[in-house]
């Protein structure tokens, strides 16, 4: 009898303790930034299963873990809305290089790429699991390849209906709107009537026209009119991605471009931006060369190199090209990786066109170009073309965002742009704390939600009870990126703690080998 009594207590005492476990995590006595953009307050935060329940004083309740947040800013997880993870996050599902450096969802199909099935691609990424919450955009180059081909020709009634169709089943699938790249074949080839027709497709669905825009440099002005254009004539909120003005005759023209936003927004245009905090970009070599020399099939543009008379006008064209880019030759253009010779990464096109024995004229660089043009796999550039000015001034701008335009790296492979490691730890950084470019409360919102806002992204971006837990603690003076263009495999340091959906991902700046992300799809 007396050992059934004492099974009987120690079972009501086992009740109590587990009820008595009000949350799963408390954070505890963190400066919470909730997002906003308003000032920080200190206070816990109470977490069950996957949700924020609770914020404010929790001294007197209890959790089954505890996170000593004492002098360390909480802040919703970093929203990535520019990403390209495509080929990569399957490979590397624990996205490394951005749970590390904060970032608890991201957006990936931009600049007009994206996976052709949507559902599919989904189903995988659950099927095997990930660190962090992924969404997608529709490609725009995606879907004109598939129906079209790499042609320089406008489509038929039939070929637009059947992009319309496809993108109609990409929305249909989750996807948050679409991307163009009309920088990049084909959809470079597409005419702006094109684009409006497949836009009103994704605006009657409720998605979001995402741009990388036709031009960057001198062209700018034209390329951000037509972004505005499309969504004056359909009614689709835009959004232009890394906006920035290349080039060396064009620094300064952030001026213009801001105001060009500006003045949209005051009749009535849903036109927002995002930027990377760099001066140099990251595309394919390709870029250098004339669009209509990237036509067509690879054997195609193989013969174009060969031929000599055509050989010669493209190069006759990319001397155009970069005269009016205000470079004399292409040491600002960095080869970030070559799958065919590993030797190359790192350096730049005329230090290249020495190391292979020419002498380093301009038409020694623009063989070299064309030589690493013709084998099939492309090689990944890093470009050094805009201002530190320009770069400030858009950082500054009320209506822009942060977002990286990175991609899942291997650690330790290739020489990729720094900002696969470091963008929003280098804005808290650099932008924040050492130059006061931005209030840290604003750099938060920038990060947070206001892309969540702009791209739909529900019950994420805020720290908010209901709001699901993806949350980020870091020390602000310890906060740094430590990714360089010389040395760029190196992940942020000064984040302690990553959780998404209230469980922790990072963990005294460790991977705990949690998955718990979730696949965002439009409401």
């Not at 996957?50 to 919703?76: E, M, R, W």
């Not at 990403?83 to 904060?102: D, Q, T």
């Not at 490609?139 to 081909?149: D, E, I, K, Q």
């Not at 036709?214 to 700018?220: I, L, S």
Request: net charge negative.
């Amino acid at each position: 009898m007396i050992k059934y009594i004492c099974f009987f207590f120690a079972f009501c005492i086992a009740i109590s303790f587990t009820e008595a476990q009000e949350y799963d995590i408390i954070i505890h006595s963190g400066k919470i930034v909730d997002g906003t953009g308003n000032p920080w307050i200190r206070a816990d935060i109470g977490i069950k299963a996957d949700k924020i329940v609770a914020i404010g004083v929790l001294d007197h309740t209890s959790a089954q873990t505890l996170i000593n947040a004492s002098g360390k800013i909480v802040a919703p997880g970093f929203i990535d809305i520019h990403a390209h993870v495509e080929g990569s996050l399957s490979i590397r599902p624990e996205a490394m290089n951005f749970i590390r450096g904060g970032v608890t969802s991201i957006v990936t199909g931009n600049c007009g790429g994206s996976k052709a099935n949507l559902q599919s691609y989904f189903k995988d990424l659950e099927n095997i699991g990930l660190a962090l919450n992924v969404g997608s955009l529709t490609g725009h180059n995606t879907a004109r390849r598939t129906v079209m081909g790499n042609v320089d020709r406008d489509p038929t009634v039939e070929e637009l209906e059947t992009m319309k169709q496809f993108v109609k089943k990409a929305m249909d699938d989750g996807a948050l709107g679409i991307s163009t790249g009309l920088i990049y074949l084909p959809g470079s080839f597409s005419k702006t009537e094109e684009i409006v027709a497949l836009a009103q497709v994704v605006k009657d669905e409720g998605g979001i026209y995402v741009s990388h825009v036709r031009n960057e440099d001198h062209r700018v002005f034209d390329a951000i009119e037509e972004a505005a254009e499309i969504g004056i004539q359909t009614g689709i909120p835009v959004q232009i991605s890394h906006f920035k003005v290349s080039g060396k005759s064009n620094w300064g023209a952030s001026e213009q471009t801001i105001k060009m936003i500006v003045d949209y927004r005051k009749m009535g245009l849903d036109i927002t931006i995002d930027q990377y905090p760099y001066t140099a970009s990251s595309t394919r070599l390709a870029t250098l060369i004339p669009e209509w020399a990237r036509e067509g099939t690879d054997e195609e543009r193989r013969a174009r190199l060969k031929n000599k008379k055509t050989r010669k006008q493209i190069k006759e064209e990319m001397r155009e090209m970069l005269a009016k880019s205000g470079f004399e030759n292409y040491a600002y253009a960095y080869v970030a990786y070559c799958p065919w010779d590993k030797e190359i990464n790192g350096l730049n096109i005329s230090e290249l066109a020495i190391k292979q024995g020419k002498k380093g004229s301009l038409e020694d660089e623009m063989e070299t170009v064309l030589d690493l043009l013709e084998p099939v796999t492309r090689v990944q550039m890093v470009y050094h073309k805009m201002s530190e000015e320009d770069v400030k001034r858009i950082m500054s701008f009320p209506y822009g965002m942060i977002a990286s335009d990175a991609g899942i790296v291997a650690y330790d492979v290739g020489n990729p742009h720094p900002r696969a490691y470091g963008t929003n730890s280098r804005v808290l950084a650099k932008y924040v704390r050492e130059e006061g470019t931005l209030f840290l409360e604003e750099a938060i919102r920038k990060m947070t939600s206001f892309p969540a806002q702009k791209f739909q992204i529900a019950n994420r971006g805020l720290l908010r009870e209901g709001y699901f837990a993806d949350i980020v603690i870091f020390d602000e003076e310890q906060i740094q990126d430590k990714a360089s263009f010389d040395a760029p495999h190196a992940y942020a340091e000064g984040i302690s703690h990553v959780l998404v959906n209230g469980m922790v991902v990072i963990e005294e700046a460790s991977f705990t080998k949690n998955y718990p992300g979730v696949i965002i799809k439009r409401n």
